[in-house]
Protein backbone atom coordinates (compact mmCIF):
# COMPACT_ATOMS: atom_id res chain seq x y z
CA UNK A 1 0.00 0.00 0.00
CA UNK A 2 2.82 1.94 0.45
CA UNK A 3 3.53 4.48 -2.46
CA UNK A 4 5.46 7.01 -3.50
CA UNK A 5 4.87 8.62 -7.27
CA UNK A 6 6.99 10.72 -9.36
CA UNK A 7 5.46 12.40 -12.03
CA UNK A 8 6.47 15.28 -14.16
CA UNK A 9 9.79 14.59 -16.34
CA UNK A 10 10.03 14.68 -19.70
CA UNK A 11 12.36 16.41 -22.64
CA UNK A 12 12.96 19.63 -22.13
CA UNK A 13 15.72 22.53 -24.11
CA UNK A 14 18.79 23.24 -22.14
CA UNK A 15 17.97 26.76 -19.89
CA UNK A 16 14.22 25.02 -19.30
CA UNK A 17 12.27 24.49 -16.12
CA UNK A 18 11.06 21.55 -15.24
CA UNK A 19 8.97 20.67 -12.41
CA UNK A 20 8.67 17.05 -10.47
CA UNK A 21 6.37 15.94 -7.90
CA UNK A 22 5.98 13.20 -5.74
CA UNK A 23 2.54 12.06 -4.51
CA UNK A 24 2.46 9.81 -1.42
CA UNK A 25 0.56 7.12 0.10
CA UNK A 26 0.25 4.08 2.67
CA UNK A 27 1.87 6.30 5.02
CA UNK A 28 1.98 9.24 7.26
CA UNK A 29 3.85 12.21 4.68
CA UNK A 30 4.39 14.84 7.50
CA UNK A 31 5.60 12.40 9.46
CA UNK A 32 8.34 11.80 6.74
CA UNK A 33 11.65 13.99 6.12
CA UNK A 34 11.58 13.89 1.60
CA UNK A 35 14.72 14.02 -0.48
CA UNK A 36 15.55 13.43 -4.59
CA UNK A 37 18.02 11.75 -5.58
CA UNK A 38 19.04 11.09 -9.60
CA UNK A 39 20.95 8.51 -11.15
CA UNK A 40 22.56 7.93 -14.78
CA UNK A 41 23.61 4.43 -16.73
CA UNK A 42 26.70 3.65 -15.33
CA UNK A 43 26.58 5.60 -12.37
CA UNK A 44 25.82 5.48 -8.42
CA UNK A 45 22.51 7.67 -7.53
CA UNK A 46 23.11 10.86 -6.24
CA UNK A 47 21.45 13.34 -3.42
CA UNK A 48 19.90 16.18 -5.27
CA UNK A 49 17.95 17.97 -2.63
CA UNK A 50 16.35 17.57 0.92
CA UNK A 51 13.77 18.56 2.97
CA UNK A 52 12.85 18.44 6.32
CA UNK A 53 9.44 17.29 8.15
CA UNK A 54 7.67 20.49 8.72
CA UNK A 55 9.92 22.69 6.06
CA UNK A 56 12.54 24.33 8.37
CA UNK A 57 15.21 23.03 6.63
CA UNK A 58 16.47 22.43 3.06
CA UNK A 59 19.84 21.10 1.73
CA UNK A 60 20.92 21.19 -2.16
CA UNK A 61 23.68 18.99 -4.21
CA UNK A 62 26.30 21.58 -5.03
CA UNK A 63 25.42 21.29 -8.72
CA UNK A 64 22.00 22.10 -8.33
CA UNK A 65 22.23 25.03 -5.76
CA UNK A 66 20.47 28.00 -6.99
CA UNK A 67 18.44 26.47 -9.66
CA UNK A 68 16.54 23.71 -8.34
CA UNK A 69 13.82 24.30 -5.26
CA UNK A 70 12.55 21.70 -2.99
CA UNK A 71 9.14 22.33 -1.47
CA UNK A 72 6.39 20.20 0.21
CA UNK A 73 2.58 20.44 0.90
CA UNK A 74 1.78 18.22 3.89
CA UNK A 75 -1.93 19.02 2.79
CA UNK A 76 -1.70 17.09 -0.47
CA UNK A 77 1.34 14.62 0.86
CA UNK A 78 3.76 15.86 -2.17
CA UNK A 79 6.72 16.66 -2.78
CA UNK A 80 8.50 18.75 -5.30
CA UNK A 81 11.22 19.71 -7.33
CA UNK A 82 11.14 22.45 -9.23
CA UNK A 83 14.16 23.16 -12.01
CA UNK A 84 15.32 26.04 -13.43
CA UNK A 85 17.90 26.36 -15.53
CA UNK A 86 18.55 23.26 -16.78
CA UNK A 87 21.79 21.94 -18.38
CA UNK A 88 22.32 18.38 -20.68
CA UNK A 89 24.45 17.05 -17.17
CA UNK A 90 21.08 17.59 -15.18
CA UNK A 91 19.90 14.29 -17.50
CA UNK A 92 18.64 11.56 -15.42
CA UNK A 93 16.46 9.06 -13.73
CA UNK A 94 14.95 11.08 -10.58
CA UNK A 95 13.58 9.44 -7.37
CA UNK A 96 11.10 10.38 -4.97
CA UNK A 97 12.62 8.93 -1.05
CA UNK A 98 10.51 9.51 2.34
CA UNK A 99 12.47 8.57 5.58
CA UNK A 100 12.37 8.77 9.24
CA UNK A 101 13.45 7.01 11.92
CA UNK A 102 10.11 4.46 11.41
CA UNK A 103 11.38 3.36 7.83
CA UNK A 104 12.37 4.81 4.01
CA UNK A 105 10.29 4.64 0.99
CA UNK A 106 11.53 5.35 -2.73
CA UNK A 107 9.08 6.36 -5.92
CA UNK A 108 9.83 4.66 -9.05
CA UNK A 109 11.70 7.18 -11.15
CA UNK A 110 10.82 9.95 -13.70
CA UNK A 111 12.88 10.18 -16.28
CA UNK A 112 14.34 14.12 -17.14
CA UNK A 113 16.02 14.58 -20.46
CA UNK A 114 18.06 18.17 -21.37
CA UNK A 115 18.79 18.35 -24.80
CA UNK A 116 18.48 20.47 -27.99
Known amino acids: QVQLVESGGGLVQPGGSLRLSCTAS????????MRWYRQTPGKEREFVAG????????NYADSVKGRFTISRDNGKSTAYLQMNSLKPEDTAVYYC?????????WGQGTQVTVSS
Open 97 to 105: NAFSGSGEY
Open 26 to 33: GFTFRSYN
Open 51 to 58: ITIIATFT
